[in-house]
C-alpha cells in the first residue's frame, strides 16, 4: 500500500515509524513531515488546507491510505473533500468528516452531546461576546477553581484554570473581546472544576465496532508539579496504573459505548480515532473533552506499545471490518520526555542548530516533533521540538532510559521537566 500521513509532530513520526514496519507499505509520504519523518519516509511541501493539492498528489502517487493525523484538516472537511470526489473517494481515509470532527472542533458542541447522551462530564455553560455580563454576572457566584474553555480549536492551550474569580472575568474578557486565543474563543465555556487525575484513553473506530488502545497520562503544564501555562503536552506515560480493569470497564460502559451510540444517532458515519481525555474522580471517569485524531505526546508511549501491524489495523477500519483484526499490547512501560524551545510555550526562537542525536541509545526512540532539515543540518522549528521515548519492565527504568537521551540532545535554549510521572505509583 502507498500510505499519505497528514502532519508534521511527533504524532505523525510515531506513525510514520510503525507503519514503515508493516510488510504491507510500499511506499510512504508525510506532509509536511519533519526532519525524523524524512529518515524513514519521503517528505510532501503541501500544506494541509490544501485539499485539491494533497487530493491530486493522492490520485498521481496512487495513495491507498490517507492517515490524518491531525485536526485541522478533518475540521475544516478534507474527509468530506475526498469522499465528494470520484477520483478521491476510494482511497482508505482515516479521519471523521466534518460533522464528527465537530467533537474536537466545537467544545460547545461537545459537551452538548455529552449531556444529550447521558455521558459523565462537568456542568459548563457557554457565553460570547452577546452574553458577556451574563457570564461576568455567572462568575461572581461560581465555585473555585473556575475553569475557561476556548470553544474553538486552540492547539491544546485554550484551557486557563484559576482560583481568583476577579482573574477569571479578566481573563473571560481577554477571550471573547480581547482575541486571546483568536477566533477559537469567541465563545468561551465556563466549567466547573473537577478534582482528579486527568488519564487519556484512545479509541480506534469504524463506526460500528471499535478498539481500545492503551492509556496513556500526559504532563501539560511547562513547570515541575504540574504549575505554570498549558502546553501542547511535556511528556507521557503509558499505561497508566489506576486504569485497571475495574476503571476501563466503567470507561468502555459509561463513556465510550454512549458516545459511538450518540454519534450513530446523530447519524455521523465515524471513522477515525476519538481521542478521550478523562478525569478519575475518585474511581469515576468523567469526559474532559474529546478530540478526533490520537494525542500528541501520547502517541508516543501508545503506538510503540502496539505489537499488531499498525497498517493493517487502520486498512481493516477503512473496510469496516474492524471487528476482525487483533490487537496484541506489549506490557512494557512506555515514557516519553519533551524537549521544548526556551521561552516555550509563549514567544520562543527557532532555527536552533541541534546536536548529539548519534549519542542516543539505540533503545531510545526519538520522535521529532518539531525539526526541519537545512544544509544537512537537524534546526528546531517548533515549541515542542523532540520526544524521547524508552520502554522498559517499570516507570523508574523507561524514564531512566529516556532522561539519559534527554541530556544527549543539545541545543541552545533546550529545556524539560524533570518529573514526568512523578504523580503515578
Known amino acids: 500500500m502507498n500510505v499519505l500521513i497528514l502532519g508534521s509532530g511527533g504524532r505523525e513520526h510515531a506513525f510514520a515509524w ?18 525524523g519523518t524524512a529518515q524513514i519516509a519521503q517528505n510532501v511541501n503541501i500544506s494541509l488546507n ?32 475526498f469522499q465528494a470526489n470520484e477520483n478521491l473517494k476510494k482511497i482508505q481515509f482515516i479521519g471523521p468528516t466534518k460533522a464528527g470532527a465537530m467533537l474536537e ?47 474553538g480549536l486552540a492547539a491544546g492551550k485554550g484551557v486557563i484554570i484559576t482560583e481568583n474569580r ?18 477559537a474563543s469567541s465563545k468561551v465555556l465556563i466549567e466547573s472544576y473537577l478534582k482528579g487525575i486527568e488519564l487519556s484513553v484512545f ?28 502546553t501542547g503536552g511535556m511528556g507521557a506515560v503509558s499505561p497508566v496504573p489506576f486504569a485497571d480493569e475495574v476503571f476501563m470497564h466503567k470507561v468502555e ?55 499488531s501491524d499498525f497498517l493493517e489495523l487502520l486498512s481493516l ?32 526562537e527557532k532555527g536552533k542548530v541541534m546536536t548529539g542525536f548519534e549519542k542516543v541509545n539505540s533503545e531510545v526512540l526519538a520522535f521529532h516533533a518539531g525539526t526541519a532539515l537545512k544544509e544537512g543540518k537537524i ?7 523532540v520526544a524521547l521515548t524508552a520502554l522498559a519492565e517499570n516507570k523508574a527504568l523507561a524514564l531512566e532510559k529516556s532522561y539519559k537521551a534527554a541530556q544527549m540532545i543539545d541545543y541552545q535554549g533546550k529545556y524539560y521537566r524533570k518529573d514526568i510521572g512523578f504523580d503515578l505509583a
Do not use: W
Open 379 to 385: 534546526l528546531t522549528s517548533g515549541g515542542r521540538v
Open 166 to 183: 476577579e482573574e477569571a472575568k479578566q481573563i473571560l474578557v481577554e477571550m471573547i473581546e480581547g482575541g486571546k486565543f483568536g477566533t
Open 18 to 35: 510503525k507503519i514503515a514496519q508493516s510488510l504491507l507499505c510500499k511506499k510512504l509520504f508525510v506532509a509536511t513531515g519533519n526532519a
Open 203 to 230: 479509541v480506534l473506530t469504524d463506526g460500528t465496532s471499535y478498539k481500545i488502545l492503551p492509556s496513556a497520562k500526559d504532563y501539560k503544564r511547562i513547570g515541575e508539579g504540574d504549575t505554570g501555562l498549558n
Open 253 to 307: 460502559q459509561k463513556i465510550i459505548k454512549p458516545t459511538l451510540q450518540g454519534l450513530k444517532a446523530e447519524n455521523i458515519d465515524y471513522l477515525g480515532f476519538i481521542f478521550i481525555g478523562l478525569m478519575n474522580v475518585a474511581g469515576e471517569p468523567y469526559v474532559i473533552e474529546y478530540n478526533v485524531r490520537m494525542g500528541d505526546p501520547e502517541t508516543e508511549v501508545v503506538i510503540p506499545r502496539i505489537k
Open 105 to 151: 472542533g466545537s467544545k460547545d458542541f461537545s459537551k452538548a452531546f455529552m449531556r444529550k447522551y447521558g455521558i459523565p462530564t462537568a456542568t459548563a455553560r457557554t457565553f460570547d461576546k452577546d452574553s458577556l455580563q451574563e457570564g461576568l454576572a455567572y462568575l461572581a457566584t461560581h465555585s473555585l477553581p473556575i475553569v475557561l474553555k476556548a470553544d
Open 50 to 81: 490544501d485539499f485539491a493539492n494533497l487530493g491530486q498528489f493522492c490520485i498521481d502517487n496512487q495513495i491507498d491510505l490517507v492517515l490524518a493525523g491531525t485536526e485541522t484538516p478533518l475540521v475544516e472537511g478534507i474527509t468530506d473533500f
Open 317 to 348: 477500519a477503512a473496510q469496516k471490518r474492524l471487528s476482525e483484526a487483533k490487537l496484541e499490547i506489549d506490557d512494557r512501560t512506555a515514557t516519553t520526555v519533551m524537549l521544548v524551545s526556551g521561552g516555550y510555550p509563549e514567544d520562543f
